[in-house]
């Protein structure tokens, strides 16, 4: 029973994942699929590109709801169901995934920043605010969303570690592993970013794509 509710936990939380905010709002309020143009990345950056700033914040909440609603019901009503920091753990990751993937999307997925930052805040709300600010203070300085991405992303994991030292959460293996495996998978996505970041070509942050905005 506990292996078959673990891949239980998994397979929701991906479903939920899946939701892509970027399309459903963008086509609710009438506007250009966001993989059309800019990054063609469906995140809330890239929402932020056709100029529609509500789009753009209700993108961010709603993919980082999802994060955090998977991880949320986990915690309280997996306990009945024998489910512990593992259970925590997967449903984080498993949203994530389903973010990047999205079934429901021909796995043309985002960037999970968004996602990512809601699990954490699922995981513990100090834990999502200390990653948060590591990327609002890379952003406000450089104003590169995928840079204060990157910066965030390698910080997770010493944040985490540092944190359960200091007791600020509790510490656990499984949600650690998770936490490495959402970096990892987040520099990963970001790795033509990087190259742009590089060669002095990414778009800053508030920069409208011009297709966009037609």
């Not at 709002?25 to 100029?51: E, Q």
């Not at 009945?80 to 990751?93: E, K, P």
């Not at 930052?117 to 406000?140: K, R």
């Not at 002095?200 to 942050?205: I, M, V, W, Y």
Request: hydrophobic share 55%.
């Amino acid at each position: 029973m506990p292996s078959f509710a673990l891949v239980l936990v998994f397979v929701c939380a991906y479903l939920l994942g899946s939701l892509s905010f970027a399309v459903i709002v963008s086509r609710l309020m009438g506007l250009h699929d966001p993989r059309s143009y800019g990054s063609g990345n469906p995140g809330a950056t890239n929402v932020l590109r056709s100029g529609n700033k509500v789009a753009a914040v209700l993108t961010l909440l709603l993919d980082a709801l999802k994060g955090w609603l998977a991880v949320f019901v986990v915690q309280q009503w997996g306990v009945r169901w024998g489910l512990g920091t593992s259970a925590v753990a997967l449903a984080g990751l498993g949203a994530f995934l389903g973010h990047l993937y999205p079934v429901f999307f021909r796995f043309q997925g985002g960037k999970g920043v968004a996602t990512a930052a809601g699990v954490l805040f699922g995981f513990s709300p100090w834990l999502g605010l200390a990653t948060a600010l590591v990327w609002l203070l890379t952003a406000v300085v450089s104003r590169y969303s995928s840079l204060a991405a990157l910066v965030a992303a390698l910080a997770l994991a010493p944040v985490y570690w540092l944190g359960g030292q200091q007791g600020w959460w509790l510490a656990q293996p499984a949600v650690m592993l998770a936490c490495l495996a959402m970096a990892g998978l987040l520099i990963w996505r970001h790795r033509q970013n990087i190259q742009r970041l590089l060669a002095g070509q990414e778009s800053r942050l508030g920069k409208k794509a011009k297709d966009a905005a037609q």
